[in-house]
Structure formats: structure tokens, C-alpha cells
């Protein structure tokens, strides 16, 4: 922008979107999202208060039932946060990494598995009928407003497979904004945002792009694979760890009037990583390509029937190929050279209608998903392998009722989920022999019910029960490549929980929140080995997970503090030998987190502080990881009425040394300098 001319189109811009606005439609005021004060001005304006109902399809989250809470992403002081590292700061959630530095990374949400766990986008089901599981680090940040995390219980229209769900909501395209950010950290880690929106006439647009990218070659304490004996122990470098990521987001949401409004949105994602295998025995060629493409249509209607009927329906599509190559056999599952390509296409109509003198919400959805497997290996030849399908049905209603001066609210809801699961006959991977045709239909109907009672002075009570499930993936039903058999019938692994708790909201941005939740887990999936090269799933582990949850938030001039915490108590209860009573791997018992803020003047100061305490990395309680103390801390200073904005950052500031899956180290102490401009 040396020549200033980016800067003078973009006003242009602006000023012919906001000449064409007014012959067009009145002046939308900006959402609180994109609110930004002036130091100079003050203005004053009266206070407005709103009888009417909010919309039943859209109701925020502190007027639900359920334990559930929203993270803003402009609400991370680090410029270099990621959105993996916005939800291992959360409450109730556990960031299982494996490596760290965009390495798969699995989410937890009160103890589940990563399975069991639903990541949508704007909507859009991000989990695969194949494996079942999102990786974290390949959620967007750039384009993101905030993230929504449910624990527990979840809106009708989310499918909740056992453990939660979590949603990314993009920005949205209010005014004429712009945004650039780049920065620059240990290990040649390099990354770059941008993002833009322009409004005109009843168009309003969106866009956003990221890279990012690093070597990956930080020195860690390898033990050589001998974990009791610390003789042999060395530090190294990690190689085969550098990685590139691409990602662009686009959207329009166009305003029909009285018929509602249509929203576009598309998200791109390219990655390009090594795979470097685990600490002692590391990988030197083993490669993983990743690209994925999620495309969304959404129509909202206006409300209806004098604002008692809301109505909308979303067609969605999402592609994802997985190109994986180790011709070296380093990863120690034989050589492979994989290309797989998964499918899935669906449309999901809601609505909700809302009447009668006890402020009835009836709300009703549909949703008809396809998704299709398509595998293929290049070792020792060429070949395609059989195509795996899956077609699923939900639909339900949600019931809500607001007596009582609307300070009590009580939900119930009922889904009916339906998958028909198809495995072709043939071979099922590259020189196998054939097996038969297979197909199945499971059913499953889930339920929840919950109640909401306002006490006064800001403190809330919530108490809700539901029963959930999670469908076998295709690869545990029907197997892959021949390390893994397949098992057409599995069962649906079934939970049942309940929570109950108070929340507290007061001035100067004060909240708390206290909560214990309990889940009995059963039917649960495990893969047991039954040849020396192979394993098979089997319905045979049983699960209780029960915990404590407490977070708080307290401003005071220009401090801000912020603390959460969990204790959770995880126990097998399969009857398993070696497992039955033992601690569920990978679930810490305790972990809190605490961040401290002092915004003055233009300078802004952080300190965080995140704790997870030693826990198991296997069934059998043999191989205990160390507990984990990370530090980080940070000074933003502004100029240009915080147009500009130059941080310096350190992660991680005791270096701590640390796995989080056996094998698998984290990096040590990062540093990391970033720029941020907004116009």
C-alpha cells in the first residue's frame, strides 16, 4: 500500500455501495460483533426496549436449557490463535494433539471421544460418514466470528452423536471493512490473513483468505522408545514436520425483502504437510495431502403469521481427498500410496411457529443426507477400491414452553435417525480376496428434555437429561485396506446423560457458571486385534464420565480476568480385564485455564495460564503422561485509533516438554511477532 491506491479504491468502493444502499433499502445497523468505539466522539442515545419475541431459529444461547457458551474469535488477545487453540482454552473441552503445529489434533468435549463429537460450519456437517472425526487443526480462523460449543445438549437441528457439538459461525458482511494481519514466530512459522466485506443495495459480501506455514523443526527429548530408562534419553529435531495451509472463504447474503433472505457460502481448503511419525522412530518421506470444499445455500424466511412463523432451509455440499504417501512403509503400517475421495450432499427445512398465551415454540426439521466413499491405491498397481455409501434420514420436533412472566422455560425434543449403510461386493483394498455384498439399516431416536428457571439477581438454573448416540463409521462396519476387518453388526454406541447447574450474569461484564453432568456410556466401540497384522471392531467397552465445571469473568476498568476449570472422573466399566475400573485414556482429571488482560491506552498486556494434569495414554493405565503447565503472555501496542496494531507474543514461556499422545511430541517455548491493520 505504498502508493496508497489499494486504500483510495477500497473508499471508492464504499462510498458507491453506500450511494446505491439509499435508493435500495434503509441503513441496517452493524451487529455488536463489529461495534468499534471512538475515543474522540461520545454519542448518546435512548434506550429501546423490545416486547417481541425473538426468533425461535435463532435464539441466542444464554436463553436456552442447555450448558453452552460462545467464544468470539476478536476476543483472543493472541493474533496468532487458531481456532484449535480457541476451543482448548474452553470449558469442558480437551485438545488431544497429536504433534501440535497443525498435527491431527482431536477434540473432547466432558469426556468423549473424538467420534463422538459433531463439528458443523455455518451449518454444514463436517464429519465424515468414513472416519467419523475432525481434525481441529484444519478449522478455519480467519473467517470466523465465533465459535459455539454445546455441551451436552444441542439445537434440534444438530445431530449430536454423543458428546457434543460445536459450531462455526462465519463473520458477516457488514459496511465496508477490511482487515490484514501477518506474523512471524519460532521454527519459520509464517502466517497471513485477510479478510473484506462490502455492502450495496441489499447484497451484502464477505470474504476471507489465510496461510499458513511452517518447518516444524523444534528440539525435543527423545527417549529412544524406552520410556522406563532415562540413559538413553537425547534431544533432537523434529523433521518431515513442515507444513503449508491454504484456505479462502467467501460469501453473499442477498436480502429479498418480505421474502426473507438467501445466504451463499463457500469454504476452500488445501494442505500440504509431512507426516513425521512418532518421536523415536521418525518418518522421512511419509506425505499427506489434504482438500476439502464446503458449499452452502441458505434461504431464511421473514416472519410470518404475525411473527409467530420463521421458516428456513439450507442445501449443502462438502468434498474432502486425502492423498497419503509412504512407498518407505516409515509409519509402520507397510508402504502406501492412497488417494480417497469422500462425498456428502444434503438439505436440511426447519420451522418454527410460535403462539399462545404460554409462549408456545413449536419447532419441526428434516434433513436427507448421501455420502459415498470412494478409496484408491497406486501400490503395487493402480486400482480403484469398492465405493462405500451412506444415506441418512433424521427428523423431530422441539417443544418449548415460557410461563411464568417467561422466567421458566421448558424443552423437550424428539429426533428419529435412520442410516442405510452399503458396501459393494469385491475385493476390499488391492490384492484382498472378494467378499460378499453387505448392507444395513439402523434406527435410533434420541431425546432430551430440559428446564430453565430464572432465580433473579442474574442467577439462572438449568437442569436438562437426554439420551444420544453415535452410528458406527464405514470404516469400523466395513474395514480398510486389511488392517482392519470390518464388522457389519456393530451396534450404536448409546449414552445417556444429565446436567444441572446455576449460571450468574452481572455489571461490569461479571458472569459464573457451575455445573456437574453425568454420563453413562454403553455398546461403546473398541478395535481389538485378532491376527498379528489385523484388528476388527467390537461392541465391548462400557464407559462412566462425570465431572464439574466452573468458569468466571470479571472487568474492572482496564483489567479483565477470566478462569475455568473441570474435574472429571472417567472410569471403564467393559469388565475387560486390565481395563474394567481403570481411567479412560487421554481424559485429564483436572484442567483450568486463566487469562489476565490490562487494556491502557494504547497499549494492551496478557497473560495466560493453562494446566492439564497427568493422565493415562492407554486403556490399561501403563503409560501416565506428565502433567502440563503452559504459560503465555503478550504486548499488543495501537496506533491510528487501533487501526494498527504490532504484537509480540511468547508461548509456552517455561518450555515445558511434553507429549499429549505417546510418541507424539509438542513443541517448547515459541515466540511470534504480528501486525494488524484495519481500514
Known sequence: MADGTPGRLLVLLCLLGATSSRAHAAVVPPPPDSLRADRDTVYKVPGVTVEDHRPALARDLSLRTGFAASYRMEDAPSPTVTAAEVLSEAVGVHLRQFGGLNAYSGLSVRGSEATQVAVYLDGVPLNQAQYGVVSASDLPAAALARIEVYRGTAPLAFGNPGGGVINLVTREGWGCEAATRFSYGSWDTRRAQGWGSWARGPARLFGAYEFRGSRGDFAFLDDNGTRKNTADDEWTTRFNNAFTSNEGTGKVDWSLGKGGHATLTADVLHKDTGMPGISSYQSDHAHLWTDRGVGSALWRSAPWLGRALEMSAQVYGVSQRDRLRDREGDLGAGRQDTDDHTYAWGARPLAALTAGPLRQSLEMMFEARREEYHPSAQLPKPREGPMSTRDFVAYGAEERLEPWAKRLALVGSVRRESSFDDFPAGPPYPNALPRPAVSRTTRFTP??????????????????????????????????????????????????????????????????????????????????????????????????????????????????????????????????????????PGRPPYEAFARLEANRGPARLFYEFQFTSANFLDRANLAPVAPRRLHNAGVTWAWARDRLRLTAEAKNLGDDTVQDFAGYPLPGRALALSADLRL
Not at 498379528?532 to 479483565?560: M, P
Not at 472429571?568 to 469388565?575: K, N, V, Y
Request: charged share 20%; hydrophobic share 40%.
Open 447 to 584: 431425546w432430551s428434555a430440559g428446564a430453565r428457571l430464572a432465580l433473579g439477581a442474574g442467577i439462572v438454573a438449568r437442569a436438562n437429561a437426554s439420551t444420544r448416540h453415535r452410528m458406527p463409521s464405514l470404516f469400523e462396519l466395513f474395514g480398510d485396506r486389511g488392517a482392519v476387518l470390518g464388522n457389519p453388526g456393530l451396534r450404536p454406541e448409546q449414552l445417556e446423560g444429565w446436567d444441572a447447574g446455576l449460571t450468574w450474569s452481572g455489571a461490569r461484564g461479571a458472569s459464573a457458571e457451575a455445573s456437574f453432568y453425568r454420563t453413562d456410556a454403553r455398546d461403546l466401540i473398541v478395535f481389538i486385534q485378532n491376527s498379528q497384522f489385523t484388528s476388527v471392531a467390537q461392541n465391548i467397552s462400557a464407559a462412566r464420565l462425570q465431572g464439574v465445571e466452573v468458569s468466571g469473568a470479571y472487568a474492572w476498568r482496564w483489567l479483565t480476568a477470566s478462569a475455568n476449570g473441570t474435574w472429571q472422573d472417567t472410569h471403564d466399566e467393559s469388565g475387560v480385564p486390565f481395563w474394567n475400573g481403570r481411567e479412560l
